[in-house]
């Protein structure tokens, strides 16, 4: 059974930092692009981030290029999103995902409010 399981989200002032995990089971993460995609409120998805399998390649929407950063441990099949200088427009629920397989997290909820 495929799970991703993701954590570390929360409630943070602008400006500042969380770091969300993702912890995968059931298929071999190593060999999948990985992405993160957020939901805001009353809004559709937004593709985020994506990764590529050995983690050389990483590609970034232009709303958090340049302050959030994917990365990957394969050998603990975990994947990661440190999001820096925080907006309140990031107020979203995050999504660990391979969409075009159909996997998908429960979320975890980031909210960026003073």
């Known amino acids: 059974e495929v799970q991703l399981v993701e954590s570390g989200g929360g409630l943070v002032q602008p400006g500042g930092s969380l770091r969300l995990s993702c912890a995968a089971s059931?298929?071999?993460?190593?060999?999948?692009?990985m992405s993160w995609v957020r939901q805001a409120p009353g809004k559709g998805l937004e593709w985020v981030s994506g990764?590529?399998?050995?983690?050389?390649?990483?590609s970034y929407a232009d709303s958090v290029k340049g302050r959030f950063t994917i990365s990957r441990d394969n050998a603990k099949n975990t994947l990661y999103l440190q999001m820096n200088s925080l907006k309140p427009e990031d107020t979203a629920v995050y999504y660990c995902?391979?969409?075009?397989?159909?996997?998908w997290g429960q979320g975890t909820q980031v909210t960026v409010s003073s």
């Open positions: 995902a391979k969409p075009d397989l159909g996997y």
């Open positions: 059931g298929f071999t993460f190593s060999l999948h692009v």
């Open positions: 990764i590529s399998g050995a983690g050389g390649s990483t």
